[in-house]
């Protein structure tokens, strides 16, 4: 069983930022990626952030110079810097991990969601 959990959101100023957590716990199962999506009112999940076990990071084009991806592979916790919000960027805030399990089997797995809230 592998459990995701996000947490830091909540409501901020326009021009202010968070930081977005993403705990990963499982057994037999090793993260490779962690990705970063949203949700807006009346949107499609969309992607946000993505980053690899080696670091390597890839953005939405609407986050880059705002946010930053960051993991702690140690702790198996992802972040999500967050700054110069706007209220566009208001949404929920999925993780999402994947990787293989030790019999070799590949999966992803999703949080729950975080509120983030701009307001103007």
């Known amino acids: 069983q592998v459990r995701v959990v996000e947490s830091g959101g909540g409501l901020v100023q326009a021009g202010g930022s968070l930081r977005l957590s993403c705990a990963a716990s499982?057994?037999?199962?090793?993260?490779?990626?962690m990705n970063w999506y949203r949700q807006g009112p009346g949107k499609q999940r969309e992607f946000v952030a993505h980053i690899t076990s080696g670091g390597i990071t890839n953005y939405a084009d609407f986050v880059k110079g705002r946010f930053t991806i960051s993991r702690d592979n140690a702790k198996n916790t992802g972040y999500l810097q967050m700054n110069s919000l706007q209220p566009e960027d208001t949404a929920v805030y999925y993780c999402?991990?994947?990787?293989?399990?030790?019999?070799?089997?590949?999966?992803?797995?999703w949080g729950q969601g975080t509120q983030v809230t701009v307001s103007s």
């Open positions: 999402n991990v994947d990787g293989w399990y030790d019999s070799g089997r590949y999966d992803s797995h």
């Open positions: 499982g057994s037999r199962f090793n993260i490779n990626a």
